[in-house]
């Protein structure tokens, strides 16, 4: 297997009406999508289970969108999965390859070709040769064993990465092929989820309180984070900011070097 690198707590998936406001991340077995649907958990070993026959038929690339505000952990999973659960042959063991790519990174949208995705993703290519052109035969023959990562969608947009990197996002190029592309949930991203209306959409939220308590307990220790949490509860404000994973570690960080909870970040 080859695995390229570029806090989560629930992941629920919608229906084909919208994604929650910021105000809506709650549990997901309370939470409602726009329409009154209910949301559901979604298990990350699922992800790629239930491919829709039209796409295995056609041969079509298949499309996972990670929907999810900032600091709530788009990157940490998706690169933790990498680096740990699949590169340990513990998740998604279908993949032979997985690339995961910041989009954020000008040498990433500027990819022209099969061989720049692997070279800015850190592998090794061979010299030209029978042992490239064998690499290059796997991916083009077996496309669905290889799936890539395109982190933070939204910190670009897509008129701005290189054609290739457009055709491969859109099924034109690499057809056939596994991605999760992660975003805010911008108003352009989420155009683009519906030009693919059998694909999938997932959104990854933050922290319930209760979740909230036993990161802070966690980070913390029972005696610190006692301390801390009995201070925050009284502040609605922030409990509410806690919420988000990385502001939740934010406040924690602070408190522990300066022992009261910060009023403004």
């Known amino acids: 297997n080859l695995v390229m690198i570029s806090r989560v707590n629930l992941h ?3 229906g084909n009406h919208g994604f929650a406001s910021g105000s809506d991340l709650v549990r997901a077995e309370h939470a409602l999508t726009a329409a009154g649907e209910r949301r559901k958990n979604v298990k990350l070993e699922s992800l790629f289970q239930n491919i829709p026959n039209k796409v295995l038929t056609q041969g079509a690339s298949y499309r996972v969108f990670a929907i999810a505000s900032g600091g709530c952990g788009k990157t940490t999973i998706f690169t933790k999965i990498a680096t740990w659960k699949w590169a340990r042959k513990g998740l998604w063991c279908e993949f032979s390859i997985l690339i995961a790519l910041e989009l954020r990174h000008e040498d990433v949208r500027s990819v022209k070709s099969l061989w720049d995705l692997l070279e800015v993703a850190g592998v090794a290519i061979p010299p030209p040769g029978k042992e490239r052109a064998t690499l290059y035969q796997f991916v083009k023959s077996r496309p669905r064993q290889l799936c890539i ?12 990465c290189s054609s290739f990197m457009q055709r491969v996002i859109n099924g034109q190029e690499l057809k056939g092929i596994r991605m999760i592309l992660t975003s805010r949930p911008a108003q352009d991203i989420l155009s683009l989820c ?3 209306p059998g694909d999938r959409r997932i959104e990854v939220i933050g922290f319930h309180r ?6 802070v ?4 220790g029972s005696i610190q984070g006692a301390a801390l949490l009995a ?3 009284e502040d609605e404000h922030i409990l509410a900011m806690m919420c988000t994973p990385i502001l939740a570690y934010e406040i924690c960080k602070l408190y522990h070097h300066c022992r009261k909870v910060p009023r403004c970040l």
Request: net charge negative; aromatic share 12%.
């Open 217 to 220: 307990l966690k980070l913390l």
């Open 231 to 233: 201070e925050v509860k």
């Open 194 to 196: 519906a030009k693919y």
């Open 149 to 160: 990562v395109f982190d933070g969608l939204d910190e670009t947009s897509l008129p701005k």
């Open 12 to 14: 629920t998936e919608f």
């Open 210 to 215: 209760d979740d909230v308590e036993r990161y």
